[in-house]
Structures are given as C-alpha cells and as structure tokens.
C-alpha cells in the first residue's frame, strides 16, 4: 500500500479528483466526511485527510510515503522531502501587500506581519532590510488597517480580500502552487509505484 496525505478542504477535493481520474479511485471518501482514513485497496492505496499545513510533516516523518502540499509550505519549513510534481492547481501567490497609500522610504525599519515568517525573513535578506517580524496566525490583513505593521506578507489568490480591505499587492514573492511530494526512503523502496502514481497524476493535469 502506498499511503498518500491529502491537504483537508477545497485544495483536498481537487487533488481527490485528480487521483480518481488518474485511476486510484477510493468511492469511500466521499461518503463520509468525519473518517479521516480510507483504504482502496484494489488499487493499492491508503489516503489520510491531513492539515494542508501538516501534510509535509506527514511526509517527511514517513507516515504518509507521499502526499500534496501547497508551494507556500514547503517554502516555510523546507521539509526533506522529494518534490516530484507540479499538480498545477492550488494556484496563488506569495505577495507583499500594504495600504494603498503606504510609502516606504526604505530608512526605518520595516513591521512585517505574516504567518510565513521563513519566507518573510528570507525575503528582506535578500534586500538587506532590517525587519520587525510579527508572527500572526490569521486575518493577517487586518494588521496594516490597524497600523500593527507597515506591510504583511501572505498568500493572494483571487485578490478580494485586499481588494475589500483597501490593501494592494507591492511586490509577488513567489508563484504557489499544490506539489505531489514523497518520503525519501519511501522513494527508495517503493520507486516503481510512486512513479507510476506521478506519471498517472502528470497525464491528467496534462489533459486539463
Ligand atoms: C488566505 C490568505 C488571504 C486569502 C487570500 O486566507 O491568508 O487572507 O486567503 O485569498 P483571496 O486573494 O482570494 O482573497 P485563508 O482563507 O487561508 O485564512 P487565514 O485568514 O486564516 O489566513
């Protein structure tokens, strides 16, 4: 059996569906949305619901010997893990935003509000600018509104919620998307069906 760690949610259900397509269907996890393991045994497959944000833990540990998690993740914590695919859908980006109106002169320090406090530090070393980094765990939007940081780094999809907010994009990070990922020793001794499970996967993104 190959065990796969799904991301929980929205993000889950398409990924679900590339899998049934891609012919490791499992008709269960449809039927019941309080069960968090399924088997498909016919095809070989085990699928846990997992936190998108734990799937990679998941992975990396060798619970699950693959699993889907988004780029923004993997970015973050930079699991050991080996990233086999680009799955093409989860499509957003990493972004800097801030008050329309915010102007930065680039001489104090600059407050960053953000969940992705990794990829926030990486960035501004990269620039070589002194941050103050404020972790928060959600609605990081209201941070700026508030005047809790000058700018937030988060994820944008459609752009509403900026939008709604009176916020902008300043600068895009990085393009995210959701990637198949796979346990490095899992990736050893089970090579020939996780390739065949990443083949299947990439001719139906292919089709899309
Ligand atoms: C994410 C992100 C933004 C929003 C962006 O939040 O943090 O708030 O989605 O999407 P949009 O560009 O389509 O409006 P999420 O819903 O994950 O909740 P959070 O507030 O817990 O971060």
Redesign the pocket.
């Known amino acids: 059996m190959i065990n796969i760690a799904l991301p929980k949610g929205r993000l889950g259900e398409k990924v679900y569906a590339m899998f049934e397509l891609a012919g490791y269907a499992c008709p269960s996890i449809k039927e019941n949305n309080r069960k968090l393991v399924f088997d498909a045994e016919d095809v070989g497959v085990r699928y846990f619901w997992v936190k998108p944000s734990d799937v990679s833990i998941y992975v990396e540990r060798g619970a699950a010997d693959i699993g889907v998690a988004g780029k923004d993740i993997l970015m973050e914590y930079e699991p050991d893990v080996y990233e086999l695919l680009d799955l093409g859908v989860g499509k ?1 980006r990493m972004a800097v935003a801030a008050k329309r109106d915010f102007f930065d002169d680039g001489r104090r320090t600059l407050k960053v509000a953000t ?1 992705f406090e990794n990829i926030a530090k990486k960035y501004y070393a990269t620039l070589g600018r002194d941050i103050d980094l404020i972790h928060l ?5 209201l941070a700026p509104i508030l005047s809790l940081s000058d700018v937030i780094v ?9 939008r709604e907010n009176d916020l902008e994009v300043f600068e895009t990070i990085a393009d995210i998307s959701a990637r198949l990922i796979a346990n490095k020793a899992s990736f050893k001794f089970k090579t020939e069906k996780i390739e065949e499970i990443a083949r299947a996967i990439k001719a139906v993104r292919d089709n899309d």
């Open positions: 957003c969940k765990n959600g609605s990081i939007e988060d994820i944008v999809e459609t752009g509403t919620t900026l």
